[in-house]
């Protein structure tokens, strides 16, 4: 065996969203036996750097299902797909009709992101933000400001299921899309 790809939520993580200790041990066998292992998920990396520091994971990772790639040792992000304007304008509307609020995440330049959103609507989408290390990582801004030249790596959204659901319809025609929806929390319920 020369490499491992974990993904994170039900697989490399417990139900707490961590590292178990038996999992870490794991790890560092690994590194031991020189196997080499990374991580591909569906989450962001600001979401998922605090979890792996400390877990010798030096390899490329794939973030946001391979939109985003990250390249630990050069401290940089690559990206092989990012949305149109039109894409994002069907994505925001939709998202607008279901009172679902979209938060939009772009790679600058300097290599740093920001998310823009429209004004948040309730206490869940403020715990989304804290959660996924928004407030500490990234810088947020008013969708408004949100430049037309933007690189937007992907937009996230939390919501009711059948919210959700009435979003992901209303952009399926997008021939580019790859939209998803699962449970926001592993184990817990908001």
Same mark, same amino acid.
């Given at each position: 065996?020369?490499?491992?790809?974990?993904?994170?939520?039900?697989?490399?993580?417990?139900?707490?969203?961590?590292?178990?200790?038996?999992?870490?041990?794991?790890?560092?066998?690994?590194?031991?036996?020189?196997?080499?292992?990374? +991580?591909?998920?569906?989450?962001?990396?600001?979401?998922?750097?605090?979890?792996?520091?400390?877990?010798?994971?030096?390899?490329?990772?794939?973030?946001?299902?391979?939109?985003?790639?990250?390249?630990?040792?050069?401290?940089?992000?690559?990206?092989?797909?990012?949305?149109?304007?039109?894409?994002?304008?069907?994505?925001?509307?939709?998202?607008?009709?279901?009172?679902?609020?979209?938060?939009?995440?772009?790679?600058?330049?300097?290599?740093? !992101?920001? +998310?823009?959103?429209?004004?948040?609507?309730?206490?869940?989408?403020? @715990?989304?933000?804290?959660?996924?290390?928004?407030?500490? *990582? +990234?810088?947020? @801004?008013?969708?408004?400001?949100?430049?037309?030249?933007?690189?937007?790596?992907?937009?996230?959204?939390?919501?009711?299921? *059948?919210?959700?659901?009435?979003?992901?319809?209303? +952009?399926?025609?997008?021939? !580019?899309?790859?939209?998803?929806?699962?449970?926001?929390?592993?184990? @817990?319920?908001?």
């Amino acid at each position: 065996m020369e490499l491992i790809v974990f993904d994170l939520d039900g697989t490399l993580l417990n139900q707490e969203s961590e590292i178990s200790d038996y999992t870490s041990e794991t790890l560092k066998l690994l590194a031991e036996k020189e196997i080499a292992y990374t +991580v591909a998920t569906g989450r962001t990396l600001h979401s998922a750097r605090a979890i792996l520091e400390g877990h010798r994971f030096l390899l490329p990772q794939a973030y946001k299902n391979g939109v985003m790639i990250w390249h630990p040792e050069q401290s940089r992000f690559s990206s092989g797909a990012l949305l149109t304007p039109d894409e994002l304008d069907h994505i925001v509307t939709a998202c607008i009709r279901q009172s679902v609020t979209p938060f939009v995440f772009t790679l600058e330049e300097d290599q740093q !992101h920001i +998310v823009y959103h429209p004004p948040l609507q309730s206490g869940v989408e403020e @715990r989304l933000i804290s959660s996924l290390g928004i407030e500490a *990582d +990234v810088s947020t @801004r008013p969708l408004t400001e949100l430049p037309d030249d933007a690189a937007i790596t992907h937009v996230n959204a939390i919501s009711r299921s *059948d919210a959700i659901q009435a979003v992901l319809n209303s +952009v399926q025609d997008e021939p !580019h899309l790859v939209a998803y929806s699962g449970t926001a929390w592993e184990g @817990r319920q908001w």
